[in-house]
């Protein structure tokens, strides 16, 4: 058998197909890795100890289910990840388990109920090898504002592995779980998973229910999957889709309906126009490394058939300023729920507002009390109208300039950061430094669209350590068939 | 400075949320160069565009009542820090 930390998800389906692995000895191999490289790298912030327990159940069920006379074919279409690891952003609740979302005011939360991602794995036969790190609430770029330490970057202990979802990309890429669930909002699935070297999927906003994901920014929000390869994330993407009776996320779709309303965008696999943005790339502050990654991509896309074209957005340049004012607006009143009555832990003042202000002074960090204020402040009368307002007319110019790009083009192509993983505390003294890394991926949390990170090479560093880099694909509202189509292409293209 | 450590003190406390005399001066500095980036908004030119709310605004489902619920009522009491008698337990706001 392969090794273990670079099996993938249909490898892994193949093999308890077969017979010819168990879930038990998959999660005792993950379990091993969690216990040799863990401590380093700060990917996990638990393993459960019933994975093992829940991985034995599977395998139970599915020699029940061919003594029962079905094929192992049959099993995997009723249940698709039937003994299927996965790890979890420690954002999305599971019943009787810690959530903490790296918060010290979480730090006892155990949810009481599951999210309806979590519902749609279990149903469909997966198990939860444990909780992964991230920055604070979702909130950061390098998981170095989790209150239970940074995420390192598997390829080098000195650089971060990204964030916020850090530790979903770093337990792939340190083959802790053959794939992760994170949760995107300016870019947190696509950046980590571009510095670990992994392909991250933003879906259509709406395309996954947020119930039971801890919300950030409710406009932007979305939930995704992280894995070795486009043909993993887009079979569970496939699985978490789709609404929850339109029970609890008032916003999500039923992605067939969404298909069909916007098949007026025709698609031919065998020739993908790919649309570029040179005034993207020549505003300064891109690595060379990742510009010559995306030319040398271009090229094969190029000898491959693809069509591509210049384009332009002109308003995309203001995305991340957009974005630093709705994120902020959105989170000073989702982070509101924090008080130290309902849930969570309390820090006793002299009376209410005491237990107020000591409960959110003390266990919100930074980065979150800054972006609250922020928030706060922007929404403030007297400057409703300069910020919030004006931010909310320049989204609706950049979906326009999306909208007409799409006519002419089936994807957008960009870089999916500015540059490589970047060195632990080196940006921290700087939060308009750290944001920047958001430039190319929080415009599609902007828009809606659905947008993919992929390898696609890596430079060397300093240290002579491989640095991963990734190109970020964006398609038109619900067309994730055209990310996974040139997502693949791209794969080809590189083993070659 | 288009923000002084005075709107600071006010926003900390309009959220709800204790801060020390050092982090005070270190939030002023920071969130006034985050203005600074996003002031680029102001040069958009948006007089073909009406200023109007975000298309999705407050969309809500029907508020139905449904006692078979999970998480039930007691699960859910049992993520409060102070409880008593099924209720969630504050301190007292008014005097007498």
């Known amino acids: 058998m392969k090794d273990i930390a670079k099996l993938t998800v249909i490898e892994i389906i193949n093999l308890l197909?077969?017979?010819?692995?168990?879930?038990?000895?998959?999660?005792?191999g993950y379990k091993k890795i969690y216990e040799e490289k863990n401590t380093d790298i700060n990917a996990y912030l638990e393993f459960f100890t019933d994975a093992i327990e829940s991985a034995k159940l599977a395998d139970k069920k599915r020699a029940e289910l061919l003594t029962s006379g079905k094929s192992a074919n049959e099993i995997y279409v009723e249940f698709p990840l039937l003994g299927v690891p996965i790890a979890i952003k420690d954002n999305i609740v599971v019943e009787g388990k810690v959530a903490s979302a790296s918060s010290k005011i979480l730090e006892n939360y155990k949810a009481p109920y599951n999210a309806t991602v979590v519902e749609k794995l279990l149903n469909a036969g997966a198990l939860f090898l444990g909780r992964l790190n991230m920055d604070e609430f979702a909130m950061g770029g390098s998981t170095e504002n989790s209150a239970y330490g940074v995420t390192k970057n598997p390829h080098d202990l000195e650089r971060v592995s990204g964030g916020s979802s850090g530790g979903s990309a770093a337990v792939v890429s340190m083959g802790g779980a053959p794939v992760s669930l994170g949760s995107d909002t300016g870019g947190s699935i696509r950046q980590p998973a571009a510095?670990?070297?992994?392909?991250?999927?933003?879906?259509?906003?709406?395309?996954?229910?947020?119930h039971g994901l801890m919300a950030m920014g409710s406009s932007l929000d979305v939930i995704g999957p992280l894995a070795h390869t486009v043909e993993d994330v887009e079979y569970i993407f496939n699985i978490i889709k789709n609404q929850d009776g339109d029970r609890y996320d008032s916003t999500s779709l039923k992605?067939?309906?969404?298909?069909?309303?916007?098949?007026?965008?025709?698609?031919?696999?065998?020739?993908?126009?790919?649309?570029?943005?040179?005034?993207?790339?020549?505003?300064?502050?891109?690595?060379?490394?990742?510009?010559?990654?995306?030319?040398?991509?271009?090229?094969l896309l190029r000898t491959a058939g693809c069509e591509v074209k210049e384009i332009s957005l002109p308003h995309v340049k203001y995305s991340l300023?957009?974005?630093?004012?709705?994120?902020?607006?959105?989170?000073?009143?989702?982070?509101?729920?924090?008080?130290?009555v309902k849930f969570g832990s309390k820090v006793e003042g002299d009376d209410l507002l005491g237990d107020y202000l000591n409960t959110r002074g003390e266990l919100l960090g930074k980065e979150v009390r800054r972006r609250i204020m922020l928030g706060t402040y922007v929404l403030?009368?007297?400057?409703?109208?300069?910020?919030?307002?004006?931010?909310?007319?320049?989204?609706?110019?950049?979906s326009s300039d999306f909208e007409k790009a799409f006519e002419n083009v089936d994807v957008v192509l960009t870089p999916?950061?500015?540059?490589?993983?970047?060195?632990?505390?080196?940006?921290?003294d700087d939060p308009v430094q750290m944001y920047l890394e958001d430039i190319f991926t929080v415009t599609a949390n902007l828009t809606g669209s659905p947008a993919i990170s992929i390898p696609a090479g890596s430079t060397k560093s300093d240290t002579g350590t491989d640095l991963s880099i990734g190109l970020q694909f964006t398609a038109p509202h619900s067309r994730e068939d055209i990310l996974f189509a040139v997502g693949k292409k791209v794969q080809q293209l590189r083993a070659l | 400075m288009s923000i002084t450590e005075a709107d600071v003190k006010k926003l900390a406390s309009l959220s709800r949320m204790k801060l020390t005399e050092q982090e005070i001066t270190q939030f002023t500095k920071e969130i006034d160069s985050i203005l600074g980036y996003v002031e680029q908004i102001k040069e958009v030119s948006s007089d073909s565009v009406k200023a109007k709310l975000p298309e999705h605004r407050n969309i809500l489902r029907e508020d139905i009542a449904d006692t078979n619920v999970n998480p039930d009522a007691g699960s859910v009491l049992n993520c409060a820090p102070s409880v008593q008698d099924g209720l969630v337990k504050v301190k007292k706001i008014l005097n007498q």
């Open chain 1, 17 to 28: 197909k077969s017979g010819e692995t168990s879930s038990e000895s998959l999660v005792n």
């Open chain 1, 380 to 398: 403030s009368s007297g400057y409703h109208d300069a910020y919030y307002n004006k931010a909310n007319i320049t989204k609706d110019l950049i």
């Open chain 1, 416 to 428: 999916t950061t500015p540059t490589p993983s970047f060195k632990i505390g080196s940006h921290s």
């Open chain 1, 255 to 299: 992605h067939e309906d969404e298909v069909k309303n916007i098949s007026r965008h025709t698609f031919n696999p065998e020739k993908i126009r790919i649309g570029i943005v040179p005034e993207l790339m020549n505003q300064g502050g891109i690595d060379k490394s990742v510009i010559e990654t995306l030319n040398k991509t271009i090229e």
């Open chain 1, 195 to 210: 510095y670990c070297g992994v392909v991250g999927l933003k879906p259509t906003y709406g395309s996954v229910s947020r």
């Open chain 1, 321 to 340: 300023a957009v974005y630093y004012i709705l994120m902020p607006a959105e989170v000073s009143s989702n982070m509101a729920r924090f008080d130290g």
